[in-house]
């Protein structure tokens, strides 16, 4: 019985619904971030002092905001890198049969793989932004509400913060990942 053989056509759409399914997994991960910031602000607020469950220790909840920037830059990072492979597969299946490059080549070329790659890491540059003010606010937030806990245990907002300032570098570093493909027909 002859082997069915997948024409290069259905794989290159394949593969650019994998790569459209990734762009919308890293939207996804930006709506569970703020939720999760919300959430967290949320929590700060009903716990103040004064209130029934002010005794327990806030210090715990302020590690959220970094979880959750992390969480961010995790999610980006793994769609990115899912993103840039399927772009190295895809560039590879424009190759095909294009030796002479007479046929527009979004992945292959390199002017046009660049300025989506720089238009993509807009995105990169939202969320390290998004990370850095809902981290802001929320350390902030609870700094303000809670002195008292604070001054006593410094040392969890620091930790906070330190955590922070990792996840949103690494956002910021994520953008150098991205697909550009070499000059050479190699």
């Known amino acids: 019985m002859p082997e069915a053989q997948v024409n290069a056509n259905y794989r290159f759409v394949g593969a650019y619904q ?3 399914t990734r762009i919308a997994q890293r ?3 930006l709506t569970i971030y703020v939720s999760m910031i919300l ?10 002092p004064g209130m029934a469950g002010a005794s327990l220790p806030i210090q715990w909840l302020v590690l959220g905001f970094p979880v959750a920037s992390t969480f961010l830059a995790l999610m980006s990072y ?10 190295r597969f895809l560039c590879a299946l424009e190759r095909l049969g ?17 300025n989506a790659n720089h238009a993509r890491h807009f995105q990169d540059y939202a969320a ?6 809902g981290n ?9 509400i809670y002195p008292v806990q604070f001054s006593e245990n410094p040392l969890a ?15 910021l570093w994520i953008p150098k990942l991205s697909f550009i493909p070499a000059e050479d027909r190699a």
């Open 18 to 20: 994998e790569v459209n």
């Open 27 to 29: 939207q996804q991960a």
């Open 39 to 48: 959430s967290l602000l949320a929590a700060l607020v009903a716990l103040k």
């Open 78 to 87: 793994k769609a990115e890198m899912a993103i840039t492979n399927l772009r």
């Open 98 to 114: 294009n030796e002479s490059g007479t046929l527009p080549s979004y992945n292959a070329n390199p002017m046009w793989s660049i």
């Open 128 to 133: 390290a932004l998004l990370a850095f003010a």
């Open 136 to 144: 802001a606010i929320g350390l902030l937030a609870a700094v303000k």
């Open 157 to 171: 907002i620091w930790i906070a913060g330190a955590v922070a300032l990792i996840s949103i570098a690494f956002l």
